[in-house]
């Protein structure tokens, strides 16, 4: 079992930066295929960005590709998400979370999440 915590969220004008850090305890990250998620008001959570167990498969939701990079640091056991040219739409609670099988794009696939971490762009 692995346990998930967020941190980096903010407000951030539309245009700028952020980048989210997920910290994982319990058990290491390479056991996992991690992504990231996020969930606006009324809307589905959706996947953002994704890295597989070894690191060797990465997605990206067509919305986010160019602007958002997902990483992570094997040595902290933790993976993070720098925002870049961020913009209204961006807006949502973003969750990481990890799945023991492989890499997926679907939120009921994934076995542990974080609390979540609210990102507001404004413009």
């Known amino acids: 079992q692995v346990q998930l915590v967020e941190s980096g969220g903010g407000s951030v004008q539309a245009g700028g930066s952020l980048r989210l850090s997920c910290s994982a305890s319990?058990?290491?990250?390479?056991?996992?295929?991690m992504a990231w998620f996020r969930q606006a008001p009324e809307k589905e959570r959706e996947i953002v960005a994704g890295?597989?167990?070894?690191?060797?498969?990465?997605y990206y939701a067509a919305s986010v590709k160019g602007r958002f990079t997902i990483s992570r640091d094997i040595a902290k056991n933790t993976v993070s998400l720098h925002m870049s040219n961020v913009k209204s739409e961006d807006t949502a609670v973003y969750y990481c979370a990890a799945v023991m099988g492989s890499l997926a794009t679907m939120a009921p696939e994934y076995d542990y999440w974080g609390q979540g971490t609210q990102v507001t762009v404004s413009s």
């Open positions: 890295i597989s167990r070894n690191g060797a498969t990465i």
């Open positions: 319990g058990r290491a990250l390479t056991s996992y295929g």
